[in-house]
């Protein structure tokens, strides 16, 4: 094994740190968590003026595939807004493996550019883990669709341009069977967008689909294969671009506070031996973090489609994460508790941020129980539990 | 980069799952209990020219690098081989790079091992192979001594590994000074790299063993494999055992790369860690909590059948506990590393 990057590939990181370096300013990362957009266009622009998203796509183009996963782990180290650009060109790699051509110049082109957002429509309100249930459903009239429903975390919406919209087109099938999906422009007349604020800094929204009525060119997949666009989509989010080392920033707040901040005991925090046992716990699951989706960006970039490789990295690193957010939040005592802004808070806040954050790491994206229900019958063959 | 094994190490590999899945396996582990010693294995692993697979052939060894000799000891951990095997080789080595290594040491017919922890009171305590090994080499303040004389008198213990204290008295003193200390330091960190690679092998087997079990067992008519319950304690172990085995891969690489002179980095503020001495620390610690996890659960999983003497289980279950302790307790490991990784922000100043 050889755990050291291309020349290429370093060359590649290093462009993306220093785009990192001038780019991701004090006002940029302020703005993410005053709004809860995790999402910012002039960056993202920015970012494919540079020439940094040609690799971004999953599965698209002719660079060194290991450059996806850099360019999401850089900025997620980095504490980058990166959520709606990881879901942009998520989309553009279902729309590059699944679309039309008609697709491909119409979205890909332009979400290439850094300009545009997509936004994933899949959750509904009575309907997470069990997606295969949903009820949002399209009609066939003509040569065209009225889709009717809701949909409920519908991430980056109110900034998108268009959404992967799975929806029911045959009620009569077993649930896989009767779903299609559709890449639906969001300025379609009957689409309407509401605020879903969250107990962290982060927003998502519940989206209204009534009587939206779109041709069948922006049907993306075939009529009732709804559910494999979902194998494609889901074996490309898990893993590789990004929600994997969120410990990473956490871990240099919580030193950089440390050496500075007295101990109840005397002298610093970062003297503090349990302290210092949690920051080196923290830094090994980094690294084992990091190691696991190294491993599922390889699969991919050797041509495979690393689901459940995916699924144990995000395991790992959201448990790992959360366990640290909690011993970080204890040992900073009261403030650890105060917010970004309030004088004295611990970790200029970021304490209080990723204990805010961090329950939502084991829900979406699939949650922890889904993610182990995958693991223990694709990977471990264990006859299924129903 | 390249995440997968080179071909040479896939046909290592394939040689040494052959050896150990013939000559060892849990029914001589029994047999070799409470010394933890397999001598006829051992002989017969002479043949193989793994004792001296680490040395390089200028020296008269195989050659093998650190990252050959972690799939070698996977398997023997897989396997639950009742040998020496980690202590001879990375001792070995060492004795290679002060020069003192002779042919006995490197055909594996004079057993080596390495004193882990500092001397007290001039004796080398719970030395992990002190029952069995002849010479045994130890960092006495800064000189590094090699004691020749009979194996310790076995102490008794939860994982059956031959541990016996060595008295250092009459010991030779083969190398002096900052040197001395940095070549025993080295070796303690191969130790640590391969120790974590048998680790690994024992959490591949424990998982195995409680997914097989898992589907052939059945209560209320259906295998307890398909309870959801029992299905996550064993989903989470994937993903320990392969970050584990990653990890300890990285460690080995490094290793190899010190060892060639390259000096690797540790900043833990932007997750890059190539530095050998840390990675090997982070990789004992890693698959120390791989292997008693897997072992802890997949016991569990085989309910009372898992305490019983009988079932293989239990083999596993008691040696991950013992060599992830035998060095030090783990979250004292961590302290030291975290010596390591934040030194330069002992006084508040950021990197
Ligand atoms: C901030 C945020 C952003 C999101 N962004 C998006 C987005 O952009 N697009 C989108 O489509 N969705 C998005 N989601 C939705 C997310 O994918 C779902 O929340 C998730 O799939 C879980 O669904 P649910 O919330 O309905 O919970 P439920 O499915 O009702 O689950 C509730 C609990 O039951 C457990 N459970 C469910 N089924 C099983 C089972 N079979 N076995 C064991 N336990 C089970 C779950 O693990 C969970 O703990 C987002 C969610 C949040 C909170």
Redesign the interface.
């Known amino acids: 094994?050889?755990?050291?990057?291309?020349p290429g590939?370093v060359d590649f990181r290093a462009a993306v740190k220093a785009f990192i370096a001038e780019h991701l300013t004090t006002e940029v990362v302020d703005q993410m968590h005053a709004t809860g957009t995790f999402n910012d266009k002039t960056f993202n622009a920015a970012l494919a003026d540079a020439g940094l998203l040609a690799g971004a796509v999953p599965g698209y183009g002719d660079r060194d595939p290991?450059e996806l996963y850099i360019l999401f782990n850089e900025l997620e180290?980095a504490g980058a807004p990166y959520d709606g650009l990881a879901v942009t060109m998520l989309v553009a790699g279902v729309v590059n493996a699944v679309g039309t051509d008609f697709h491909r110049n119409r979205v890909l082109q332009k979400l290439l550019t850094g300009r545009f957002n997509c936004c994933l429509g899949y959750s509904e309100p009575d309907h997470g883990s069990d997606v295969a249930s949903i009820t949002t459903k399209a009609v066939r009239d003509g040569d065209e669709w009225v889709i009717t429903g809701q949909k409920m975390w519908t991430t980056m919406a109110h900034v998108s341009d268009w959404v992967i919209l799975l929806t029911r087109t045959n009620p009569d099938v077993p649930r896989h069977k009767g779903l299609t999906m559709f890449l639906l422009p969001m300025d379609t007349p009957g689409i309407e967008v509401q605020p879903v604020p969250t107990m962290a800094t982060e927003r998502t929204n519940a989206t209204f689909y009534d009587d939206v009525r779109v041709g069948d060119e922006w049907r993306l997949g075939e009529v009732d294969g709804g559910w494999a666009v979902m194998g494609v989509a889901l074996a490309f989010e898990r893993g590789v671009m990004g929600g994997t080392?969120p410990a990473?920033p956490l871990?240099?707040h919580v030193?950089?506070w440390?050496?500075?901040a007295a101990s109840p005991d005397g002298g610093?925090m970062?003297?503090d031996?349990l302290l210092?046992?949690?920051?080196?716990?923290t830094?090994?699951a980094?690294?084992?973090?990091?190691?696991?989706t190294?491993?599922a960006a390889?699969i991919a970039a050797t041509g495979g489609l690393p689901g459940l490789?995916g699924s144990?990295?995000k395991?790992?690193a959201t448990?790992r994460y959360q366990q640290a957010v909690g011993w970080f939040q204890e040992m900073a005592g009261a403030e650890g508790l105060l917010a970004f802004g309030v004088d004295d808070a611990a970790a200029d806040g970021w304490i209080d941020y990723d204990a805010r954050h961090a329950p939502v790491t084991t829900i979406y994206g699939g949650t922890t129980?889904i993610?182990?229900?995958n693991?223990?019958?694709r990977?471990?063959?264990?006859?299924?539990?129903r | 980069m390249d995440l997968d094994l080179t071909e040479d190490q896939e046909s290592i590999r394939d040689v040494f799952a052959d050896f150990f899945s013939s000559e060892t396996g849990p029914e001589q582990a029994r047999e070799a209990e409470p010394l933890g010693f397999d001598s006829r294995a051992w002989d017969r692993l002479l043949e193989t020219g793994a004792p001296g697979m680490g040395v390089a052939e200028s020296s008269g060894g195989g050659g093998a690098n650190l990252a050959d000799l972690a799939v070698v000891v996977e398997e023997a951990g897989a396997h639950i081989a009742a040998l020496p095997l980690v202590d001879h080789m990375v001792t070995t080595r060492l004795l290679a790079r002060v020069g003192a290594c002779d042919d006995d040491v490197l055909a594996g017919t004079t057993i080596v091992g390495l004193a882990i922890r500092p001397p007290q009171d001039g004796t080398a305590r719970t030395v992990p192979s002190g029952a069995v090994a002849r010479q045994v080499v130890a960092l006495d303040g800064d000189a590094l001594v090699l004691v020749d004389s009979d194996p310790g008198a076995h102490l008794q213990n939860h994982g059956c590994l031959p541990l016996a204290h060595r008295p250092l008295a009459g010991a030779t003193v083969l190398a002096k000074g900052p040197d001395a200390a940095a070549a025993y330091h080295l070796a303690l960190d191969e130790w640590r790299t391969l120790t974590a690679s048998t680790l690994v092998g024992i959490t591949r087997t424990a998982l195995n063993l409680g997914v097989d079990y898992a589907r052939e067992r059945r209560q209320f008519g259906r295998p307890i494999g398909s309870f959801q319950a029992i299905q996550h304690l064993l989903a989470d172990l994937p993903g320990l055992l392969d970050g584990a085995r990653l990890l300890t891969a990285k460690a080995a690489w490094a290793g190899d790369r010190a060892v060639a002179g390259q000096t690797g980095v540790a900043d833990i503020g932007d997750n890059e860690i190539t530095d050998f001495a840390t990675l090997a620390c982070m990789a004992l610690v890693s698959a120390g909590e791989a292997a008693t996890t897997a072992t802890d659960r997949s016991l569990h999983v085989h309910g009372g059948y898992g305490f019983s003497e009988e079932y293989d289980i239990q083999l596993y279950f008691r040696r991950a506990r013992a060599l992830t302790v035998v060095l030090d307790d783990p979250a004292r490991e961590c302290r030291r590393l975290a010596d390591m990784l934040l030194t330069r922000h002992a006084t508040g100043t950021t990197a």
Not at chain 1, 1 to 6: A, K, P, Q, V
Not at chain 1, 276 to 281: F, G, I, P, Q, V
Not at chain 1, 379 to 385: E, F, K, T
């Open positions: 094994m050889d755990f050291s990057l291309s590939a290991i180290k080392n990473v871990l240099r030193r950089d440390a050496g500075g610093t970062l003297q031996p210092r046992e949690r920051l080196a716990r830094a090994i980094n690294q084992v973090s990091q190691l696991l190294l491993r390889w490789e144990m990295a395991l790992y448990g129980e993610n182990r229900n693991v223990a019958e990977h471990l063959g264990l006859p299924r539990d």
